[in-house]
C-alpha cells in the first residue's frame, strides 16, 4: 500500500530546493547561454529551466516517491516503481523571458494530481521567485498565501478594475477584435509574463481578472494556480464559461477566463459575447 505522503511540506521542500539550486544561476545571466534545444513545451531551453526541474525532481526522489512527470521542459517522464500514483505538472520556471532579461517577475509551478487531468489536482504551489511570497491550495482547504489564507477582491466593474490580457505572439488580430469591448471599458490592463503568477494575483486580490483566450498557453503553465484559484473563491473557467477539463500534458493548450467573482466574470463574458454578435 502507498504511504501517506504530506504533499504540501514535500512541495515547500521541492521550492527549498529550487531556490537554493538556482542561486547561482541568477548570477551568470548576463554571460553567453548554453543551447540547449527545444522543450516539450516547444520553447527554447535555458539552463535554468533545467537545473530548476531537476531541483523538484530530486526532491521528490529523495523522498522516494513514484510519480509521472508532465514537464514543460522534459515532457513525460515515470520515476520510481508505481509512477501512476501521483503526477507532478511542473513548470519549473513560468517567466522565463522576464528572468533572463532581469524583469523581476517570474516563478515557479507545481501542481500534484490522482490523474493526467486538472481536476484531478489536489495540491499546487506556486511561488513568486523574486519576492518569495508562496501561494497554496489543497482541494476543499482554501487558498494560501505564505500561510494566510486568502481571497480574491470584490470589485464589481471594469472602470475600476486591474485586468490582466496575454495577448503576447498569437493570432494577435483574432484575439484582439473579441476583447475590443473589454479593453475599451477596462482603465488599467496589465501583462507582466508569467501567467501562473498572474493568475495567484488574482486569487489573492492583487488584479481582478487575467483573461488568455489565444489557445495557445500550456496546461503545465496554468494547473497549479487552477487549484489556487478555484480554492480562493475566484472564478476561471473557458472564454465560454464552462469549466475548463483538460488532459494534463506539455502539448495540451488552454484558453480561459478568470476573475474575482462571479459577477466581475459575467461582465467581461458578455462584453465578449456582444463582440461575438457584432463580428
Ligand atoms: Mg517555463
Same mark, same amino acid.
Not at 529550487?18 to 516539450?40: C, F, N, V
Not at 515515470?78 to 524583469?103: A, F
Not at 486538472?118 to 499546487?124: E, V
Given at each position: 500500500?502507498?504511504? /501517506?505522503?504530506?504533499? &504540501?511540506?514535500?512541495?515547500?521542500?521541492?521550492?527549498?530546493?529550487? /531556490?537554493? *539550486?538556482?542561486?547561482?544561476?541568477?548570477?551568470?545571466?548576463? *554571460?553567453? *547561454?548554453?543551447?540547449?534545444?527545444?522543450?516539450?513545451?516547444?520553447?527554447?531551453?535555458?539552463?535554468?529551466? &533545467?537545473?530548476?526541474?531537476?531541483?523538484?525532481?530530486?526532491?521528490?526522489?529523495?523522498?522516494?516517491?513514484?510519480?509521472?512527470?508532465?514537464?514543460?521542459?522534459?515532457?513525460?517522464?515515470?520515476?520510481?516503481?508505481?509512477?501512476?500514483?501521483?503526477?507532478?505538472?511542473?513548470?519549473?520556471?513560468?517567466?522565463?523571458?522576464?528572468?533572463?532579461?532581469?524583469?523581476?517577475?517570474?516563478?515557479?509551478?507545481?501542481?500534484?494530481?490522482?490523474? =493526467?487531468?486538472?481536476?484531478? $489536482?489536489?495540491?499546487?504551489?506556486?511561488?513568486?521567485?523574486?519576492?518569495?511570497?508562496?501561494?497554496?491550495? /489543497?482541494?476543499?482547504?482554501?487558498?494560501?498565501?505564505?500561510?494566510?489564507? %486568502?481571497?480574491?477582491?470584490? %470589485?464589481?466593474?471594469?472602470?475600476?478594475?486591474?485586468?490582466?490580457?496575454?495577448?503576447?505572439?498569437?493570432?494577435?488580430?483574432?484575439?484582439?477584435?473579441?476583447?475590443?469591448?473589454?479593453?475599451?471599458?477596462?482603465?488599467?490592463?496589465?501583462?507582466?509574463?508569467?501567467?501562473?503568477?498572474?493568475?495567484?494575483?488574482?486569487?489573492?486580490?492583487?488584479?481582478?481578472?487575467?483573461?488568455?483566450?489565444?489557445?495557445? &498557453?500550456?496546461?503545465?503553465? $496554468?494547473?497549479?494556480?487552477?487549484?489556487?484559484?478555484?480554492?480562493?473563491?475566484?472564478?476561471?473557467?473557458? =472564454?465560454?464559461?464552462? =469549466?475548463?477539463?483538460?488532459?494534463?500534458? =506539455?502539448? /495540451?493548450?488552454?484558453?480561459?477566463?478568470?476573475?474575482?467573482?462571479?459577477?466581475?466574470?459575467?461582465? $467581461?463574458?458578455?462584453?465578449?459575447?456582444?463582440?461575438?454578435?457584432?463580428?
Amino acid at each position: 500500500m502507498e504511504k /501517506q505522503i504530506n504533499w &504540501l511540506d514535500i512541495l515547500i521542500r521541492c521550492r527549498n530546493n529550487l /531556490q537554493e *539550486q538556482i542561486k547561482p544561476l541568477l548570477k551568470t545571466l548576463d *554571460q553567453l *547561454q548554453p543551447k540547449l534545444g527545444i522543450g516539450a513545451g516547444g520553447d527554447p531551453i535555458k539552463q535554468i529551466d &533545467l537545473v530548476a526541474e531537476r531541483a523538484i525532481v530530486n526532491t521528490l526522489k529523495e523522498h522516494e516517491i513514484s510519480f509521472t512527470l508532465i514537464s514543460e521542459e522534459s515532457g513525460i517522464e515515470k520515476y520510481g516503481q508505481t509512477p501512476h500514483d501521483n503526477y507532478v505538472t511542473l513548470d519549473p520556471i513560468d517567466g522565463t523571458t522576464n528572468l533572463v532579461r532581469g524583469i523581476p517577475f517570474y516563478a515557479t509551478s507545481i501542481a500534484i494530481s490522482t490523474r =493526467p487531468t486538472i481536476n484531478t $489536482i489536489h495540491t499546487a504551489l506556486v511561488t513568486d521567485l523574486v519576492h518569495s511570497t508562496t501561494y497554496t491550495a /489543497q482541494k476543499g482547504k482554501g487558498a494560501y498565501c505564505n500561510n494566510q489564507k %486568502t481571497a480574491p477582491s470584490k %470589485t464589481k466593474f471594469l472602470e475600476t478594475a486591474v485586468v490582466g490580457i496575454d495577448l503576447n505572439t498569437y493570432k494577435a488580430k483574432k484575439t484582439a477584435r473579441k476583447l475590443t469591448n473589454l479593453i475599451q471599458k477596462t482603465k488599467h490592463i496589465r501583462h507582466l509574463g508569467a501567467n501562473a503568477l498572474e493568475l495567484c494575483h488574482v486569487a489573492d486580490g492583487t488584479t481582478d481578472a487575467f483573461i488568455d483566450i489565444r489557445g495557445k &498557453l500550456r496546461t503545465t503553465d $496554468i494547473a497549479a494556480a487552477w487549484l489556487i484559484i478555484e480554492e480562493s473563491g475566484a472564478k476561471i473557467t473557458t =472564454p465560454d464559461g464552462k =469549466p475548463i477539463n483538460v488532459k494534463l500534458s =506539455p502539448k /495540451q493548450k488552454v484558453a480561459f477566463i478568470a476573475a474575482a467573482n462571479q459577477k466581475i466574470h459575467r461582465v $467581461i463574458l458578455n462584453l465578449m459575447r456582444l463582440e461575438k454578435e457584432i463580428e
